[in-house]
């Protein structure tokens, strides 16, 4: 899925998992490097793939996002898997014994674990919060049996976790984010009008902010709660902007 296509699902996806309409004009505020046609070019995409749907609601052409949408973007973005977002710290460990002839050098298991944002340890450890994706379990079946171990565990009993996990997947320097954005999204909301109703120096300031935030989900595995609980995280962050919608 392409990103202009992953910030509009973004845009859309309900605190709730309820329906939630959205006028079409704001999309262009999210995506806003698309032309008008490279914008209806997207929709349609995701139309036809049975990502999101169309209406006239309140006299305005409406888009809402489905629940196929919902799951094709959390597989893209793992801060958004309601699973992530309840994660308590559990681990899985995946561990590569000797390559199989089909698979020399682990490559394609590596880039498989690499597309499920598991956390690459060294070259041959990787870990994943929870339980490993389906489609990791049938391919470590069909393909890896006596060339992976896969180890679970709660509890680190020596190393520093948080320090570990923090520096592989730079939590810093994402919880810095989320600082600066939220207080950014702070300014914004004391503006006592809707997203569509916005002068174009707000609008711009709209799609900056949301430029930012979109940026560091794209890097979030959503395991930031688990290890700094005081900061928001992005999705919490994009539900607080939304409510700038004008359809609500």
């Avoid at 893209?76 to 977002?85: T, V, W």
């Avoid at 339980?131 to 680190?156: C, D, H, R, T």
């Amino acid at each position: 899925m392409k990103e202009n296509a992953q910030r509009m699902l973004a845009w859309l996806y309900p605190p709730d998992r309820s329906s939630r309409w959205v006028a079409i004009d704001e999309l262009a505020l999210v995506a806003p490097d698309l032309t008008s046609g490279g914008l209806q070019s997207t929709i349609n995409y995701l139309e036809s793939k049975k990502s999101l749907v169309t209406e006239r609601l309140e006299g305005q052409l409406s888009v809402s996002i489905t629940t196929h949408g919902m799951r094709a973007l959390e597989e893209q973005l793992p801060a958004f898997s309601a699973k992530k977002r309840q994660w308590k710290g559990n681990w899985q460990g995946v561990f590569f014994l000797e390559a199989p002839a089909g698979d020399n050098n682990f490559r394609f298991l590596r880039r498989l674990l690499t597309n499920v944002a598991a956390v690459p340890v060294s070259r041959g450890m990787y870990l994943y919060p929870g339980e490993l994706p389906e489609k990791v379990i049938f391919e470590l079946n069909s393909s890896y049996v006596g060339s992976v171990m896969v180890v679970e565990f709660a509890q680190w009993v020596f190393g520093d976790e948080k320090e570990i996990i923090g520096s592989t997947l730079q939590l810093g320097d994402l919880v810095d984010a989320y600082s600066s954005i939220s207080k950014e999204i702070d300014t914004l909301l004391t503006v006592d009008q809707t997203l569509i109703s916005f002068t174009d120096q707000q609008k711009l300031r709209f799609s900056s902010i949301y430029d930012r935030l979109f940026g560091a989900l794209q890097h979030d595995l959503g395991v930031q709660r688990a290890y700094f609980p005081q900061v928001e995280n992005g999705v919490d962050l994009l539900f607080r902007l939304q409510t700038l919608s004008s359809m609500g």
